[in-house]
């Protein structure tokens, strides 16, 4: 092993430490996105923070609605799409989920809430957001996602609704990524790292 290499294991540990903090993980594995335990954990943080915001109805309304990504998947409808299809959809819905969370976070800073632990689910939502627009990057899902014209006009356009409040926001969030963007990671993981 020369002065320049690194062993493969020091690669993957070194990923894992810089994944949580929102970093691009120049180098990174394919297969961390492919591990379950990964967008579990994204999936969980999103649901601790849905549970926090749930006990405060009123006190944690938005002031606005913010358009987010429809999370309903039709399973029958989703297996007929093409690959290509599920990446644009996976694309534009996280997209539309990180613009949706940091207006959600400038919404509480400018708000009389108090914010020391909303602010920290957000902070979470951010960095977790980065990471997985990295890992998808990486599996190719930008790369599919700007289609050539011809076949952008077969994509089915991105479904949204609205949220009013931070819990609803943290579900969407949550629920995003144990639907759409596991099925499309699981797919993109069965067919070879993309």
């Known amino acids: ?102 207006r959600g976070q400038a919404l509480l800073a400018n708000s009389s809430q108090p914010r020391e632990p909303l602010q920290l689910h957000f902070d979470r939502a951010v960095r977790g957001l980065r990471s997985l627009t990295t890992l998808l990057r990486a599996l190719g899902a930008q790369k599919e996602a700007t289609t050539p014209p011809d076949a952008a006009l077969s994509a089915v356009p991105l479904r949204t609704i609205t949220a009013d409040t931070f819990s609803k926001l943290f579900q969407v969030y949550s629920n995003f990524i144990r639907g759409k963007l596991k099925l499309y990671a699981g797919e993109a993981c069965r067919t070879g790292d993309r």
């Open 1 to 102: 092993m020369g002065a320049r290499e690194c062993p493969a294991w020091l690669w993957l540990l070194l990923s894992l430490l810089w994944l949580p903090l929102g970093l691009p993980v120049l180098g990174a594995p394919l297969h961390l996105i492919c591990d379950s335990g990964v967008l579990e954990r994204y999936a969980l943080e999103g649901k601790e923070a849905e549970n926090v915001t749930m006990g405060c109805a009123e006190s944690c309304s938005l002031n606005e609605n913010i358009t987010v990504p429809d999370t309903k998947v039709n399973f029958y409808a989703w297996k007929k799409m093409e690959f290509g299809q599920q990446a644009i959809d996976v694309w534009q819905g996280l997209t539309l989920l990180s613009e949706a969370v940091l």
